[in-house]
């Protein structure tokens, strides 16, 4: 996997030479931080994937996480490396938006497989189509913008989020909850109220693609091309 550049970030010096060398072995570009603080001064998107050990001096890493996602509004991978092992530790690393979770004391080979398979899938994700074609309707994943036989649709950040994670996802209904969290993520709290306001909204921009917006009653939301 020559060619992706990884910052390790541990108050441990010897533990941040020992991922540095067996990652270069692999082919890894590997940079090293020895706290939150020299981390956070660096150009931090050139790198393609973060290690972040939580328990650090004065700036942990998940607060070091917390600045890089609703700061920076960087979207870089990121596993973190701890020697506490709870579920609530856990579910903190994942509600900040890691990709994964080492636990401590861990090997060098766990390390590199799960480095690889984070980095595997993130390639994964960003291959996926730029255009998504229901019949005359294109949904550009790049651009963010909908076009509806041959005709820009104008969506709201948030209505176009919705859009996008109903349309890229045909075969799965999603309670409002799960909406929720998705598209409004760390923002103010929102009522059930407010996805059933920008799906109407949806439905009346779209025409007679709106009727794709299903709602399976006690269940959620879902878009089905066959009610075109």
């Given at each position: 996997m020559k060619g992706y550049k990884i910052l390790v970030v541990d108050d441990e010096q010897d533990l941040c030479e020992i991922l540095k060398f067996n990652l270069e072995n692999e082919g890894f570009a590997v940079d090293?931080?020895?706290?939150?603080?020299?981390?956070?001064?660096?150009?931090?998107?050139?790198?393609?994937?973060?290690?972040?050990?939580?328990?650090?001096?004065?700036?942990?890493?998940?607060?070091?996480?917390?600045?890089?996602?609703?700061e920076r509004k960087l979207h870089i991978p990121i596993i973190f490396l701890t020697a506490k092992d709870t579920d609530n530790d856990a579910l903190t690393g994942f509600s900040l938006g890691a990709d994964d979770y080492i636990s401590k004391p861990f090997s060098v080979r766990q390390v590199i497989a799960r480095v690889k398979a984070v980095l595997n899938r993130t390639k994964y994700e960003a291959k996926r189509s730029e255009n998504l074609v229901i019949e005359n309707m294109v949904v550009d994943v790049n651009s963010k913008k909908?076009?509806?036989?041959?005709?820009?649709?104008?969506?709201?950040?948030?209505?176009?989020?919705?859009?996008?994670?109903?349309?890229?996802?045909?075969?799965?209904?999603?309670?409002?909850?799960?909406?929720?969290?998705?598209?409004?993520?760390?923002d103010i709290i929102v009522g059930n109220r407010t996805v059933d306001v920008n799906i109407t909204r949806i439905r009346k921009k779209l025409g007679k693609y709106g009727k794709a917006l299903t709602n399976r009653s006690g269940y959620g939301y879902c878009f089905d091309s066959d009610k075109i």
């Open positions: 090293v931080a020895y706290s939150a603080e020299d981390a956070i001064n660096l150009k931090l998107n050139k790198y393609d994937l973060l290690l972040l050990d939580v328990m650090m001096g004065k700036m942990s890493g998940f607060r070091l996480a917390e600045k890089i996602r609703k909908v076009i509806l036989d041959g005709n820009y649709v104008k969506l709201t950040k948030k209505e176009f989020e919705i859009l996008l994670l109903l349309v890229e996802n045909q075969e799965r209904i999603y309670s409002r909850e799960e909406i929720m969290d998705y598209v409004w993520k760390d």
